[in-house]
């Protein structure tokens, strides 16, 4: 038999509230979206209802066409995130932890992150092809410097009193890093890394300009070259959905970081 504490019921039932209450704004938009585009007072030309919309993601359903689309930018996105985390949170250590690399690699890592996403997509193409290879490296570097940067600026922060007491405890080198330095940089990381997956996301059109032909970028910028603003609104709101539904699972990881570490 299971025994329901206060407690739990306070969970559950703040865990309602914030998912009734995260609801209410797109409800709103709905609806009123709805009765904007279906009482003419915008053209549905401009502005296509949400059951035009829906009978896009049908048709394109059909053809075996949203869900693949779907798969290949959501693939992109979880290697070019993978590997450009992982690069920033190595790079990220380094500085952070190192006044020398510090002084060394933050003043031309400063000057790369203020480059566009759009300004890479020429010479990727150059060095690496029309391929896959350049379009998870496009995304990569969209996810390398919230991580590199967020991380490296956590580790140089750390409290010196926990340092000091950790020292006083015989903790040296990676012992320390573990044991003191880690956890008190993990909440500041778990927010790096869903900084990263969102620009991992939003460096994903950039990087499906690269002579794509399949893709949730893809199908954003086919649709407006032929005018299917039906298409537009489902690719932006599918990309809306797919960012949020991925920065909720990183959020479950989160909590279970924090209670493992923090």
């Known amino acids: 038999m299971t025994v329901t504490t206060p407690v739990t019921e306070t969970v559950a039932s703040r865990r309602y509230l914030r998912v009734a209450g995260g609801l209410v704004i797109p409800i709103l938009i709905v609806v009123v979206w709805q009765g904007v585009s279906t ?20 048709d394109l359903a059909q053809r075996g066409l949203y869900g693949h689309y779907v798969a290949i930018s959501t693939q992109r996105v979880l290697v070019g995130f993978a590997v450009g985390a992982a690069i920033g949170l190595a790079l990220g250590a380094v500085v952070g932890l190192s006044t020398f690399a510090d002084i060394l690699l933050a003043p031309t890592f400063a000057g790369v992150r203020a480059v566009p996403s759009l300004a890479w997509v020429p010479l990727l193409i150059l060095w690496f092809g029309i391929g896959e290879q350049s379009k998870i490296i496009l995304i990569a570097i969209g996810a390398f410097f919230p991580v590199y940067t967020i991380v490296g600026a956590a580790l140089r922060h750390v409290d010196t009193h926990l340092l000091e007491a950790g020292r006083a405890f015989g903790l040296r080198g990676m012992r320390l890093f573990t044991t003191v330095q880690l956890p008190a940089v ?36 086919d649709s407006g070259q032929n005018g299917r603003i039906d298409r537009i609104f489902l690719a932006i709101i599918s990309l809306a959905l797919l960012g949020k539904l991925t920065d909720s699972l990183l959020g479950l990881f989160e909590k279970w970081a924090i209670a493992r570490w923090a």
């Open 186 to 221: 993990v909440p500041s990381t778990i927010s790096a890394l869903r900084l990263a997956l969102a620009q991992s996301w939003l460096f994903l059109v950039a990087a499906e300009l690269i002579a794509s032909s399949m893709g949730l970028g893809f199908l954003l910028l």
């Open 39 to 58: 009482n003419g007072l915008i053209s549905v030309s401009v502005l296509p209802s949400p059951w035009m919309v829906w009978q896009a993601a049908v």
